[in-house]
């Protein structure tokens, strides 16, 4: 398995890589803007294929670009939806000149929008976006921590997602803490969470993983990380993710708060385990 951590980039690509490859990472995730607006600038295709040969030289995998937060497919403001899907269509086409495998994304909340109205307007704009996606590139939805009226917080619902778009470049990434909160007992027995998974999404859609501990009770629909071990995952679970076969050629970005010396220690569970 591909492991790394969400890195900035803010101070260059090249300073990122290194940090990257100091802590072993053969994975890495980033933003490819702000994250925090709905603006987007042109994309720097010299810089996005120098990003490329930087990461082939530090001997990085894999390349994730994770979509901003404000992005809400489910919203009834045409403002919001039109900005979402503005900002996902931006990223695909930033990864497809970067070489960048995968584009993450969130799906954002139903508020108070009758469900099957949101999810079918999730439809559409996933739809929309995959439209215009270029080989090699995969949208990969995440799932939510179940909190109110996010979409996208089991496995049934993301199968139907699968289903409804019906697109071979749409993947799956299952976030931990996110899974547990949403009531999936990683802790007591993590092979059945990945078999339900393999039954209900398939694995070939299953891209990548967040790997997250997280201190929230089980089923407390709270997006809270911590530290690899340290949490009520606990280290057996992700040692099971971590050597279970069929998930061998997968990727998994570390999102555990902290600074580097914590990333360190993070990456440094994980080699242990693995």
Known sequence: MNIGVHV???DGYEQAVSYAKHLGCTAIQIFSSNPRTYRVSAINEPAQRSFAELRKAAGIKRCVIHT???????????????????????????????????????????????????????????SA??????????????????????????LDELA???KAVDHPQLGICLDTAHAWAAGYDLHSDPKAFIDEAADKLGLDRVVMFHF????????????????????NIGREAFAYLLHRADLKHKTAILETPGDEAD???????????R
Request: no cysteine.
């Open 8 to 10: 900035a980039v803010g």
């Open 68 to 126: 901003p937060y404000l992005i809400n497919l489910a919203s009834e403001e045409e403002r919001i939806s039109q900005g979402s899907q503005r900002l996902i269509a931006h990223d695909l086409a930033t990864a497809a000149v970067g070489g960048i495998d995968y584009v993450n994304t969130h799906l954002g909340s139903y508020g108070k929008r009758d469900r099957k109205e949101g999810f079918t307007a999730i439809v559409r704009a996933l």
């Open 129 to 154: 976006v995959l439209e215009s996606i270029r080989p090699g590139v995969t949208l990969v939805l995440e799932n939510s921590a179940g909190a109110g009226a996010l979409a996208g917080g089991t």
């Open 160 to 162: 139907q997602f699968l």
């Open 212 to 231: 997250n501990d997280t201190q929230i009770p089980l089923g407390g629909n709270k997006d809270r990380h911590w530290h690899i071990g340290e949490g």
């Open 263 to 273: 990333d360190a220690r993070n990456m440094a569970t994980l080699r242990e385990l």
